[in-house]
Antibody
Framework: EVQLLASGGGVVQPGGSLRLSCAASGFTFGNYAMSWVRQAPGMGLEWVSTITSTGSVTNYADAVRGRFIISRDNSQNTLYLQMNTLRAEDTALYYC???????????WGQGTLVSVSS | EIVMTQSPATLSVSPGERATLSCRASQSVASNLAWFQQRPGQPPRLLIYDASTRATGFPARFSASGSGTEFTLTISSLQSEDFAVYYC?????????FGQGTKVEIK
């Protein structure tokens, strides 16, 4: 069974940093691109970032480029999102999802909540 | 970026009736389009990929069509578990973009 367990969310002040993790199991992690997608409270889905299976290529939404860094450790079956210079508008539930490079993401975790507030 | 526009924003349908949802892209995305279903409090689930291929676990009452800029998702006979929000997403170009969603509610 595919499982994606995101963690690392919390409350942070504007300008602060957080590192999200997503532990994957139930599939060969190193064979899949991975993505982060966020959803602000009561709002729709917003794609954040995608990384290839090897980690060699990454893509970012304009809203986070230069502030967020996606990475992965295939030996640990873990996806990361380093979030710097956080803003109030980054407040959202952050989902990690399998895939997102050549087709829609086919498995999603439950998400981890990030709240940016003073 | 490619803007995805879904209509209507809300669709009120009686159980057993047909629902038709639309998604329009601001420029061609070929067939690189997915539909997701999101129930309250749950993560999205991939419903359709490549514009018309149904994902594992969804019954045949869900169908989809389209290419280029115009896409349609049809639910032939709504069941209680189908009342949810549906999003389209293009994966033809970066950045990946979602529509704003269509909420299918009970009439």
């Amino acid at each position: 069974e595919v499982q994606l367990l995101a963690s690392g969310g919390g409350v942070v002040q504007p300008g602060g940093s957080l590192r999200l993790s997503c532990a994957a199991s139930g599939f060969t992690f190193g064979n899949y691109a991975m993505s982060w997608v966020r959803q602000a409270p009561g709002m729709g889905l917003e794609w954040v970032s995608t990384i290839t299976s090897t980690g060699s290529v990454t893509n970012y939404a304009d809203a986070v480029r230069g502030r967020f860094i996606i990475s992965r450790d295939n030996s640990q079956n873990t996806l990361y999102l380093q979030m710097n210079t956080l803003r109030a508008e980054d407040t959202a539930l952050y989902y990690c999802a399998r895939g997102g490079w050549k087709r829609g993401s086919d498995y999603w975790g439950q998400g981890t909540l990030v709240s940016v507030s003073s | 970026e490619i803007v995805m526009t879904q209509s209507p924003a809300t669709l009120s349908v009686s159980p057993g009736e047909r629902a038709t949802l639309s998604c329009r892209a601001s420029q061609s995305v070929a067939s690189n389009l997915a539909w997701f279903q999101q129930r309250p409090g749950q993560p999205p689930r991939l419903l359709i990929y490549d514009a018309s291929t149904r994902a594992t676990g969804f019954p045949a009452r869900f169908s989809a069509s389209g290419s280029g800029t115009e896409f349609t998702l049809t639910i032939s006979s709504l069941q209680s578990e189908d009342f949810a929000v549906y999003y389209c997403q293009q994966y033809n170009d970066w950045p990946r973009t979602f529509g704003q969603g269509t909420k299918v509610e009970i009439k």
